[in-house]
């Protein structure tokens, strides 16, 4: 069975970081594309960044370009997002996906609160 199962999420102040985790696991990420989405009170989810599972490919949402970094760790089977000079407007519940041959799947998300 698949999963992704995200983790890392909390309460920050504004100008602060946080570091989001998404592991996976049920089979082999191998050429798979895996994104980070999130979702704010009242509005629908949007895409904040993307990576290849095999690295390469960055592309961000262009208001957290230069502030998020987004990475891949196969031996650990796991997706990164850094989050650094947190706003409040990137509170949001945090998605992980991904989209291979073997199908698409999403985590259950986690909660980032920024305040300011």
């Known amino acids: 069975q698949v999963q992704l199962v995200e983790s890392g999420g909390g309460l920050v102040q504004a100008g602060g970081s946080l570091r989001l985790s998404c592991a996976a696991s049920?089979?082999?990420?191998?050429?798979?594309?895996m994104k980070w989405f999130r979702q704010a009170p009242g509005k629908g989810r949007e895409f904040v960044a993307t990576i290849n599972w095999s690295g390469g490919s960055e592309y961000y949402l262009d208001s957290v370009r230069g502030r998020f970094t987004i990475s891949a760790d196969n031996a650990k089977n796991t997706m990164y997002l850094q989050m650094n000079s947190l706003k409040p407007e990137d509170t949001a519940v945090y998605y992980c996906y991904a989209r291979g041959e073997g199908g698409t799947y999403w985590g259950q998300g986690t909660q980032v609160t920024v305040s300011s």
């Open positions: 049920g089979r082999t990420f191998s050429g798979y594309v």
